[in-house]
């Protein structure tokens, strides 16, 4: 079975600063997703951005990037220009391409993102 | 277009009761999943439905079950409440079921159990 970490259960920066969220995660199969998704105090979880694990080159979504590194299975997420919106829980999710995806996402326990006016 | 919608939004139910939740995917969406979220921890996979069919089931007991209606849209049964099973639960629907769909969640239903 997969397993998802995000072994940083709070993070705090500055508005306007850049914050790198960490993830890593354990699994033998050599085709996958990953995701990061955003969980505001609304509870409705919101994709940030997606990463398939055939292409080397990372995922980029405005001021959302990722540092994928397949070989340490690693999956960070870099927020830029932090704005008072993007104040949430983050979450990351591997999820198979093997078998159709019938396993579902697998996520971590996530990152309170905390952003200081 | 409007998202996922799920209701009911709150609910409390006592122990050894039965609850259903419903969810009504995105227009065009024929896949449905259900994933359950414990306070302080991710979601965890559930069930997935797709075309009516049972495509994918997680670690999770018999008492819980779900079913896929001809519009797409889905229940989730629970049955003998345990006070565990007090969390929020997120539907999320995807065009299909396949590993590379984007799903896109509903803001939830949260179960109280007492």
């Known amino acids: 079975a997969q397993t998802v970490t995000q072994s940083q259960p709070e993070m705090s920066v500055q508005e306007a600063e850049t914050v790198t969220l960490s993830c890593t995660y354990d699994?033998?199969?050599?085709?996958?997703?990953l995701f990061w998704y955003k969980q505001p105090p609304s509870r409705q979880m919101i994709l940030v951005i997606r990463q398939e694990a055939y292409k080397q080159q990372n995922a980029t979504e405005n001021r959302f990037s990722v540092n994928f590194q397949k070989a340490a299975k690693s999956f960070s997420l870099k927020i830029s220009d932090s704005q008072l919106g993007d104040a949430a829980m983050y979450f990351c999710?591997?999820?198979?391409?093997?078998?159709?995806?019938?396993?579902?996402?697998?996520f971590g326990k996530g990152t309170h993102l905390i952003i200081q006016p | 277009d409007a998202g996922v919608t799920q209701s009911p939004t709150h609910l409390i139910k006592t122990r050894g009761q039965h609850v259903t939740l419903r969810c009504s995917p995105i227009?065009?969406?024929?896949?449905v999943s259900w994933y359950q979220q414990v306070l302080g921890q991710g979601p965890q996979f559930i069930f997935q439905y797709y075309e009516k069919e049972e495509r994918g089931r997680g670690n999770f007991p018999d008492r819980f079950s779900a079913r896929q209606f001809p519009n797409y849209s889905s229940e989730l049964n629970v049955n003998a409440l345990l006070l565990g099973d007090s969390a929020l639960y997120l539907c999320?629907?995807?065009?299909?079921?396949?590993?590379?769909?984007?799903?896109?969640f509903g803001a939830g239903s949260r179960l109280t159990v007492l």
């Open positions: 699994t033998s199969e050599s085709d996958y997703y």
């Open positions: 999710a591997y999820r198979s391409a093997d078998g159709g995806g019938a396993d579902g996402l697998t």
């Open positions: 227009s065009g969406h024929k896949s």
């Open positions: 999320a629907s995807s065009v299909r079921f396949s590993g590379a769909n984007v799903l896109t």
